[in-house]
């Protein structure tokens, strides 16, 4: 009598890696825009030493204004947005405006109203959660938790803000992503980046080097910095397409 292995099913991505949008200026923007990411925190960074907590909360505006122009100009949104449900509207006159302003108004409308709710989402969703995460990985419970909230923000900012915008919703799309089973792109390259940076940025915190940086949060912070560009181009260059494997 023979006995048949069940084997646990493998999941199936059915996901391809998200292109940059086919303009002269996303071409341009996509490289130039982590420099200005990695710029903005530099000239802020002595300031984060002395008071990290104002620090971080006025570097929001930048990183928000910087990650939502990246995303308009540079990246697709997510399918099922609202650039197809938005209708033509009409004049005074009752006459439809032109086929090419029409476009062009919904083109404008099915890019930023993502790009705002995504913002949206990685205040209200993703800050909570990966504060909840920082936790459980040994931040402060009882001290520092504004330290905490904001580290997570800009974490959120980061590695949430372009994913929600390219992946929308849509729940097979999360599964993946929290399986870390999406291919690679410049995207989720930013956003694996972010949070392994963020993780090797806590090795110097226990380090006896007595110095003022070494304070919670800025190891972690400027580690989802540099890790978020670093996997940036990684995702779009070295690992495009492909998918990590967990045997």
């Keep these: 009598m023979t006995s048949t292995e069940l084997k646990p099913r493998k999941l ?63 990246l697709p949104p997510a399918k099922g947005s609202l650039k197809q449900s938005i209708p033509t509207r009409t004049s005074k006159q009752g006459q439809r405006k032109k086929p090419a302003a029409a476009k062009a108004e919904n083109g404008l409308s099915s890019k930023f109203v993502p790009a705002l709710l995504s913002l949206l989402l990685a205040f209200i969703l993703g800050g909570p959660v990966l504060t909840v995460l920082l936790i459980l990985f040994g931040a402060p419970l009882t001290t520092h938790f504004p330290h905490t909230f904001l580290c997570a923000i800009h974490m959120s900012l980061l590695a949430g803000l372009p994913l929600v915008y390219v992946q929308g919703v849509d729940a097979t799309k999360w599964r993946e992503v929290a399986s870390v089973y999406l291919p690679f792109d ?46 940036k181009f990684a995702g779009g260059y070295l690992l495009r397409g492909k998918k990590l494997e967990f045997d």
Excluded: M, N
Excluded at 28 to 53: C, E, K, M, Q
Excluded at 188 to 211: Q, S
């Design 12 to 74: 199936q991505s059915t996901s391809v890696p998200i292109d940059a949008l086919p303009t002269q200026a996303a071409r341009l923007y996509t490289h130039i825009h982590p420099f200005l990411v990695l710029g903005v925190y530099y000239i802020r960074f002595s300031a984060l030493v002395v008071d990290p907590v104002s620090t971080l909360l006025t570097s929001l505006i930048p990183l928000s204004i910087l990650q939502v122009s990246y995303v308009v100009t540079c």
């Design 186 to 231: 410049e995207v989720f390259g930013g956003t694996v980046g972010t949070l392994l940076g963020a993780w090797f940025g806590a090795v110097p915190i226990p380090l006896d080097w007595d110095r003022d940086w070494q304070k919670w949060p800025i190891t972690i912070v400027t580690g989802a910095y540099l890790g978020y560009v670093v996997g």
